[in-house]
């Protein structure tokens, strides 16, 4: 089975930095995505990776180490309107098919 | 484009009683996805289509049949609703991997919120 854990809930302060874990037990690994989900709305795509390594763009990173089984996204100067749900997802592949399953997300209030 | 779009937007039932949601794209993509995104519980995948006429299950598909008789609809349909099928429903699609093999991003509709009483 696949099993991704994220941390529930995280503060940052504005214009400050903040690094979003997820670490993930899966089988047929075919990369991690990060989406953005502000309240209310559906999610958006901000980040994928297939590689280890360090993506990066803008003011945000996603790195990820396929031995560990881990990733994590970075928030630079971080903005009010950051503050959402990050959900991070792994995609498999089974049965000739590709899906996504996605982490309990984690929701970061940015403060003043 | 209007990428996904999602029919109703809202929807109250009682429970027993049945209902379709609509799921459109209009970016000729292959995959289509339903899932459901409950408080705590992250978004969890109920049925998926991989293209024009096929439907598979997915994590949790129980109560919940699912139709692609064209390639741009993807409907969700629940036959005999259940208070614990209160929930916001996505919709989401995505090309085949051929065609952007690096980058296989799902689009996300608007979302449905049911509610079951």
């Known amino acids: 089975g696949q099993n991704i854990d994220q941390p529930t809930e995280m503060t940052a302060t504005e214009g400050a930095i903040v690094q979003i874990n997820c670490t993930y037990q899966?089988?047929?690994?075919?990369?991690l995505f990060w989406y953005q989900q502000h309240a209310g709305e559906a999610p958006t795509f901000l980040s994928y990776n297939v590689l280890d390594g360090l993506e990066e763009k803008g003011r945000f990173s996603s790195f990820l180490s396929r031995s560990k089984g881990y990733s994590y996204l970075l928030l630079k100067e971080l903005q009010m309107k950051d503050s959402a749900s990050y959900l991070c997802a792994v995609r498999t592949e089974g049965a000739g098919s590709y899906q996504l399953t996605f982490g309990k997300g984690t929701k970061l209030s940015v403060i003043p | 484009n209007a990428g996904v779009t999602q029919t109703p937007k809202f929807r109250v039932l009682k429970t027993g009683q049945s209902m379709t949601l609509l799921c459109a794209q209009d970016?000729?993509?292959?995959?289509m996805y339903w899932y459901r995104q409950d408080p705590g519980m992250g978004l969890r995948l109920i049925h998926y289509s991989v293209g024009e006429g096929t439907t598979a299950k997915g994590e949790v598909p129980d109560g919940y049949n699912v139709s692609r008789l064209k390639k741009q609809n993807f409907l969700l349909g629940l036959e005999s609703a259940a208070p614990s099928q209160t929930s916001v429903y996505f919709c989401a699609s995505n090309s085949h991997p051929g065609d952007r093999a690096h980058l296989w991003e799902q689009y996300f509709g608007p979302g449905t919120r049911l509610t079951v009483t």
């Open positions: 899966t089988s047929g690994f075919n990369g």
């Open positions: 970016m000729n993509h292959e995959y």
